[in-house]
């Protein structure tokens, strides 16, 4: 009788803290601590999964920028499940549907590009939750299967999904403040490689007119309580972007990391590949 209690109690216990749990990267944010993406652009689950219990908080699981289909986002999706990061999907564009696949797939949060007015930043809002929060539409299919617990998967999600949104334009910059104060969104990522062009720089972050931008966005997240986020290549950036006030790091891709981990090999043995510079490719 005691031990059939004391399993009942057991079970209780788990189904509660099963019930209760928290997003890890929402947790991090909250606290104000960094956290950091794996970015994700080759269409491989084997990839995503030995990406995701390598350290890195959230896979961005890249679908703007690569040939990664919403099949095979699927796959990577599901290879993540037990490993540490949590999977996000970078959505082609910011629209409801685009949103709406991304989640029903089993991703846990959407980053949603240009998203440069507060009528797109409501949207991105909206696209993450169920009525009455939101507007997702339900048939969530696969990402209920993801995510089995015990509580109903749409109260699970609604607590749970991340809300990130790019400013990238000029455009965003001069409304930040409407958009930041928008109900709802877990980050700002600043696009920086993409804000340059939008001031005409073509990929000069460093120049005074993109830096005072990114620094009014960051100014902006600090003011309304909103986690702000950049990209970064390497150590060094990382830790001057963190001691900036940036929570949000997305790190190298996948790709890059296979280069970089490559070159130091490759060059202790005098190898190289063929210099464009030298020898145009085309």
């Given at each position: 009788?005691?031990?059939?209690?004391?399993?009942?109690?057991?079970?209780?216990?788990?189904?509660?803290?099963?019930?209760?749990?928290?997003?890890?990267?929402?947790?991090?944010?909250k606290?104000?601590?960094?956290?950091?993406?794996?970015?994700?652009?080759i269409?491989s689950?084997?990839?995503?999964?030995?990406?995701?219990?390598?350290?890195?908080?959230?896979?961005?699981?890249?679908?703007?920028?690569?040939?990664?289909?919403?099949?095979?986002?699927?796959?990577?999706?599901?290879?993540?499940?037990?490993?540490?990061?949590?999977?996000?999907?970078?959505?082609?564009?910011n629209?409801?549907?685009t949103?709406?696949?991304?989640?029903?797939?089993?991703?846990?949060?959407?980053?949603?590009?240009?998203?440069?007015?507060?009528?797109l930043?409501?949207?991105?809002?909206?696209?993450t939750?169920?009525?009455?929060?939101?507007?997702?539409?339900?048939?969530?299919?696969?990402?209920?299967?993801?995510?089995?617990?015990?509580?109903?998967?749409?109260?699970?999600?609604?607590?749970?999904?991340?809300?990130?949104?790019i400013?990238?334009?000029?455009?965003?910059?001069?409304?930040?403040e409407?958009?930041?104060?928008?109900?709802?969104?877990?980050?700002?990522?600043?696009?920086?490689?993409?804000?340059?062009?939008?001031?005409?720089?073509?990929?000069?972050?460093?120049?005074?007119?993109?830096?005072?931008?990114?620094?009014?966005?960051?100014?902006?997240?600090?003011?309304?309580g909103?986690?702000?986020?950049?990209?970064?290549g390497?150590?060094?950036?990382?830790?001057?972007?963190?001691?900036?006030?940036?929570?949000?790091?997305?790190?190298p891709?996948?790709?890059n990391?296979?280069?970089?981990?490559?070159?130091?090999?490759?060059?202790?043995?005098g190898?190289?590949?063929?210099?464009?510079?030298?020898a145009?490719?085309?």
């Open positions: 009788m005691l031990r059939r209690l004391f399993l009942t109690s057991l079970a209780a216990c788990a189904a509660l803290c099963a019930q209760n749990w928290e997003n890890p990267v929402k947790k991090l944010l606290e104000g601590k960094p956290v950091i993406a794996g970015t994700v652009t269409p689950a084997d990839v995503a999964a030995q990406m995701a219990n390598m350290g890195f908080d959230l896979l961005w699981i890249e679908m703007e920028h690569s040939p990664i289909t919403l099949e095979t986002a699927r796959n990577m999706v599901l290879a993540t499940r037990g490993l540490k990061a949590v999977p996000c999907i970078r959505v082609p564009v629209e409801l549907w949103a709406k696949r991304a989640l029903d797939t089993g991703a846990l949060g959407v980053i949603f590009p240009f998203t440069s007015t507060p009528e930043a409501k949207q991105a809002a909206d696209s939750k169920y009525p009455p929060r939101g507007r997702r539409g339900s048939g969530p299919g696969l990402a209920s299967f993801r995510w089995l617990g015990p509580e109903p998967y749409a109260d699970f999600v609604d607590r749970n999904a991340l809300t990130i949104i400013i990238e334009e000029k455009r965003a910059v001069d409304k930040i409407e958009i930041a104060a928008t109900p709802g969104i877990d980050v700002l990522f600043i696009g920086a490689n993409d804000l340059s062009y939008s001031y005409g720089k073509r990929g000069n972050q460093e120049d005074p007119v993109v830096k005072e931008a990114i620094a009014k966005v960051l100014a902006t997240g600090k003011k309304y909103v986690p702000v986020g950049r990209p970064a390497n150590v060094a950036q990382i830790d001057q972007y963190v001691k900036a006030g940036f929570q949000f790091i997305q790190g891709s996948d790709l990391m296979l280069a970089g981990g490559a070159a130091p090999l490759l060059k202790a043995l190898k190289s590949g063929i210099d464009p510079a030298k145009p490719l085309y």
